[in-house]
């Protein structure tokens, strides 16, 4: 079964610096998606992407916070400048298109990457 | 703020037992709902999704929905050890792709 994949699985960033992570959606997907999930806490939509472009964003997506499709098949979310609070589980989602009353499909998860900012 | 509410438990239920998992929810125009499974430290895994009032089936799992009382609700018959794990309602509204979550209800099935 497709499945969405990301990398790393950890990484570890001093305070300060840039950090990229990578996902790879379901190949047939048009919508991507970033989550996170601090510790203990819920899980947190950050950002949806279609069409090239952002198409939602939480406050939590500020300025440090930034996505891309560099190519036909990667999505990366980049964090600027990090902080001790951006420590967390990142998920990334994709999904295929709905139609009608069932446009919301599900969203399929990577196992996500841990992210420790020291 | 829309909100999303599950009782975290633990619901502690004995292996072959029913357990019902409960969510509610603020937002009337929430339009598609999904139950996901989180093992600890692991990523959501999709159980369950559901449109339209009434119940959905599908193997040992059943997911109720009731828009008019704000509530979506899972169901697991005959539970094993093997569901131990925090289950996620997550839904989103009419104005978005985002999927908004509750915080999960741990579920324990003991032997």
């Not at chain 1, 947190?44 to 952002?54: A, D, G, M, P």
């Not at chain 2, 292996?15 to 603020?26: D, F, M, Q, R």
């Amino acid at each position: 079964e497709p499945e969405v994949t990301q990398t790393p699985s950890h990484q570890v960033t001093q305070m300060g610096q840039e950090v990229i992570l990578r996902c790879v959606p379901i190949s047939n997907h048009l919508y991507f998606y970033w989550y996170r999930q601090i510790l203990g806490q819920k899980v947190e939509f950050l950002v949806s992407f279609y069409n090239n472009e952002i198409s939602e964003k939480s406050e939590i997506f500020d300025d440090q916070f930034s996505v891309e499709r560099p190519d036909g098949s990667n999505f990366t979310l980049k964090i600027r400048s990090t902080k001790l609070e951006d420590s967390a589980m990142y998920f990334c989602a994709s999904t295929g298109r709905g139609q009608g009353a069932r446009r919301y499909q599900p969203q399929h998860f990577g196992d996500g990457t841990r992210l420790s900012i020291l | 703020q829309k909100e999303v509410e599950q009782n975290s438990g633990p619901l502690s239920v004995p292996e072959g037992a029913i357990a019902s998992l409960n969510c509610t929810y603020s937002d009337r125009g929430s339009q598609s709902f999904f139950w996901y499974r989180q093992y600890s430290g692991k990523s959501p895994e999709l159980i369950m999704f559901i449109y339209s009032n009434g119940d959905k089936e599908d193997g040992r799992f059943t997911a109720q929905l009731n828009k008019a009382s704000q509530y979506v609700s899972l169901l697991i018959r005959d539970s094993q050890p093997s569901d131990s794990a925090t289950y996620l309602c997550a839904l989103n509204s009419n104005s978005g792709y985002a999927l908004n979550f509750g915080k999960g209800t741990s579920l324990l099935v003991t032997p």
